[in-house]
């Protein structure tokens, strides 16, 4: 079973100073330094705003907290006013950019063309890319979830981005900061979908070793049964991980589910 990795959207949130303590608390947490055991049963991912990778990057020096973006754009240098570059953010420190979020396409209209030019800049630069798709409710509602998430994943994803640095989350837009999750069963039904796109894209093996995240108003009290699922490789978390004591609950839930399906 894969090894789940807990990643956190902190979206346009914090400032430096909350910034520092949420992280203590999540570095205590996860590196046992806050008292308890460390947990070391998933890998845990933070995405703050750009201004604070650097910050964040020394205040998780020697940890097992991993450092991402939430964006960056395609072109690694140039006149693209208020943007930031993918070599850019892997210089603070980062391993992983998210990639496609939905309000990234909903408000700044980010499109397929587009992400699959990010997603081939990130892994370019050698960062593992989280590549996110998902259904609007209307979609949903028009029975169109599986054409959406096949279209989404078709027009950015091919053989040429290595599913070494590949991660997908699902992450129903309906689902987004609204408290109300997809069900395990939801889950589980759109990401067998995604894995069997995966599976014709690369082939059935390689397909299997990608992680295949679920996000949309994860919290601690639904982790554990999210995470239980087969199939469903961690979650990417909004609102619940800006409290460091709520992301490690999802963590814990997350290591505690993953243990008890073996
Ligand atoms: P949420 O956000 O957990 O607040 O629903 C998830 C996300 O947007 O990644």
């Given at each position: 079973m894969q090894t789940p990795l807990i990643a956190g959207n902190w979206k346009m949130h914090k400032t430096l100073a909350q910034a520092r303590d949420l992280v203590k608390g999540i570095?205590?947490?996860?590196?046992?330094?806050?008292?308890?055991?460390?947990?070391?049963?998933?890998?845990?991912?933070?995405?703050?705003?750009?201004?604070?990778?650097?910050?964040?990057?020394?205040?998780?020096?020697?940890?097992?907290?991993?450092?991402?973006?939430?964006?960056?754009?395609?072109?690694?240098?140039?006149?693209?006013?208020?943007?930031?570059?993918?070599?850019?953010?892997?210089?603070?420190?980062?391993?992983?950019?998210?990639?496609?979020?939905?309000?990234?396409?909903?408000h700044f209209g980010e499109t397929g063309p587009l992400l699959a030019k990010k997603v081939r800049a990130v892994v370019a630069a050698e960062l593992t890319v989280i590549y996110c798709v998902g259904e609007t409710l209307d979609e949903r509602e028009g029975g169109k979830t599986y054409s959406v998430i096949e279209r989404q994943l078709?027009?950015?994803?091919?053989?040429?981005?290595?599913?070494?640095?590949l991660?997908?989350?699902?992450?129903?837009?309906?689902?987004?900061?609204?408290?109300?999750?997809?069900?395990?069963?939801?889950?589980?039904?759109?990401?067998?979908?995604?894995?069997?796109?995966?599976?014709?894209?690369?082939?059935?093996r390689t397909a299997g070793t990608i992680r295949i995240l679920y996000g949309g108003s994860v919290k601690p009290g639904n982790a554990a049964d999210?995470?239980?699922?087969?199939?469903?490789?961690?979650?990417?978390?909004?609102?619940a991980c800006l409290e460091a004591a709520d992301f490690a609950a999802i963590i814990r839930a997350a290591v505690g589910a993953r243990s008890q399906a073996r």
């Open positions: 570095r205590d947490a996860v590196d046992g330094t806050g008292g308890g055991a460390p947990i070391t049963a998933a890998e845990v991912l933070v995405c703050p705003p750009f201004h604070l990778l650097f910050p964040m990057a020394k205040a998780l020096a020697g940890s097992r907290v991993m450092l991402g973006a939430q964006n960056a754009h395609f072109e690694p240098q140039g006149a693209f006013t208020g943007e930031i570059a993918v070599p850019m953010v892997k210089e603070t420190g980062c391993t992983h950019v998210i990639i496609g979020h939905s309000e990234r396409r909903q078709g027009e950015v994803l091919a053989k040429d981005v290595p599913a070494e640095r991660l997908v989350a699902y992450e129903p837009v309906w689902a987004i900061g609204t408290g109300r999750n997809a069900t395990p069963g939801q889950a589980q039904e759109v990401h067998s979908l995604i894995r069997s796109r995966l599976s014709a894209i690369y082939d059935g999210l995470m239980s699922q087969p199939g469903v490789g961690g979650a990417l978390v909004g609102g």
